[in-house]
């Protein structure tokens, strides 16, 4: 059963940098040719949106609210997926979440229907805060 732990959120300021991690427990490259990983936000009272996702292929995708400040990368002898987040913003407040699927679809695709559909059909960890305070 894949399971997936975030970690690395906190409080900080504007222009400031954090790195967030998910650690992914009970997947390996090798048994799986296709799959998705990503990392979406929801903030209360907000629709759950995707941030960035990575395809198993390379292709990545951001939404237009992170392009060039944020940066998703995948460690495969770690087993872990990584959000560097720069010149954060207040805006960037959210529960931040890793997640995982192996429905075929693009990366940009993903961003929308991972979000959309949650934890309830692909694999979801619990989250990570961020705070950004102005």
């Known amino acids: 059963q894949v399971r997936l732990v975030e970690s690395g959120g906190g409080s900080v300021q504007s222009g400031d940098s954090l790195r967030l991690s998910c650690q992914i427990f009970g997947f390996r490259d090798t048994y799986y040719t296709d799959y998705i990983m990503g990392w979406f936000r929801q903030s209360p009272g907000m629709e759950r949106e995707g941030v960035a996702t990575?395809?198993?292929?390379?292709?990545?995708a951001y939404a237009n609210s992170v392009r060039g400040r944020f940066t998703i990368s995948r460690d495969k002898t770690k087993n872990s997926l990584y959000l560097q987040m720069n010149n954060l913003k207040s805006e960037d407040t959210a529960m931040y979440y890793c997640?995982?699927?192996?429905?075929?679809?693009?990366?940009?695709?993903?961003?929308?229907?991972?979000?959309?559909?949650?934890?309830?059909?692909?694999?979801w960890g619990q989250g990570t805060q961020v705070t950004v305070s102005s």
């Open positions: 990575l395809a198993s292929d390379g292709e990545i």
């Open positions: 997640a995982l699927t192996l429905q075929r679809m693009t990366v940009d695709q993903a961003l929308r229907v991972m979000a959309l559909r949650g934890p309830g059909h692909d694999d």
